[in-house]
């Protein structure tokens, strides 16, 4: 990231996301939790949900492979997982505040390249380009070529990620990408599904999670400083609101109406790991082509 590179609202939020995490549930994982159906859920669970969710990907990632790029690879927990296993990791995430704490975890042996994805060029090329929860952050249709360009002619794609139904709305959460434009994207690249697993009733309970949370500490803690506010500034107070209006409802829409839950995430989105191989072929509008024409 270019110095003068301003903050994004998206970086901004992973970055109060991995500072609470590390704080109240102890754990410096940036993915969801995949729970088991006999692991409470609770926060003190959840490092032990995320240590599960690594076992899962690592778990599906194909014999052979020796070298993998982790993209948007957060605070460099899944790397060191990836490395503890014996492979090869390159790390490319834009955000120097996560990256200076994954440069801590995981040495100078690890190279991690200060980068949007789309961006990155290197020489080398990888066995596996992985993406756990950093694709719905990509640009479709390039992220997609440039992974293919990234990859040895027998490599891996891996996601882990959520996607979005198609529905009439857009729901009380945002990201990722509409799976049906997804699979549109990806049939134009030499890329072939390998594996796809949905794993949504296991990430679901995340956002129970997080919704109990913002309902039982945040929101009386938000009511409670408004009232103190309103009552020692009231001409101060009404302005703020007054000004700050529209964003102050959206907020208010999106976090403090108790709809992120579960239950929603299960309608509005679905978690994929899925698994591609790079072939020589592609498939462009029911055709199929040599890779390169
Ligand atoms: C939710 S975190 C996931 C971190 C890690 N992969 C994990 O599974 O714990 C998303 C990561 O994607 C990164 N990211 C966002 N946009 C990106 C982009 N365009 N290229 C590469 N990484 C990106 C963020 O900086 C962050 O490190």
């Known amino acids: 990231m270019e110095k003068n590179q301003k903050l994004s609202v998206q970086e901004l939020g992973l970055e109060c996301a991995i500072v609470l995490a590390e704080y109240l549930a102890k754990t410096d994982d940036l993915h969801y939790g995949y729970w088991d159906s006999d692991v409470p859920l609770e926060l003190a669970n959840l490092k032990q949900a995320q240590e599960a969710h690594s076992n899962f990907l690592l778990s599906h990632i194909p014999p052979g492979v020796k070298t993998i790029l982790d993209v948007g690879s957060g605070v460099g927990a899944l790397a060191s997982r990836l490395k503890a296993a ?70 891996y794609l891996l996601i882990c990620d959520f996607f979005k139904n198609p529905m009439p709305d857009r729901g009380p959460m945002g990201g990722g990408h509409y799976l049906a434009k997804f699979h549109d994207s990806i049939s134009c690249q030499p890329l072939t599904l390998v594996t796809d697993i949905d794993i949504t009733a296991q990430t679901a309970p995340n956002l129970d999670l997080t919704q109990g949370f913002v309902t039982a500490v945040v929101q009386p803690m938000k009511e409670r400083a408004c009232e103190l506010a309103r009552q020692r500034q009231p001409f101060l107070y009404k302005m703020i609101r007054w000004t700050l209006s529209k964003p102050i409802e959206q907020v208010n829409k999106k976090y403090f109406t108790g709809q992120r839950t579960g239950a929603n995430f299960a309608i509005y989105k679905t978690y994929r790991l899925m698994l591609f191989s790079k072939d020589k072929t592609c498939i462009t509008a029911g055709f199929l082509q040599p890779s390169g024409l």
């Open 86 to 155: 014996g492979y090869e990791v390159d790390c490319v995430s834009p955000s120097p505040f996560l990256n200076e704490r994954a440069r801590r975890r995981l040495g100078s042996d690890t190279p991690i390249f200060e980068s949007r994805f789309e961006e990155f060029q290197t020489e080398k090329r990888y066995d596996m380009v992985l993406f756990s929860e950093s694709f719905q952050y990509m640009k479709l249709d390039i992220a997609l070529k440039h992974t293919c360009e990234l990859l040895q002619p027998d490599g």
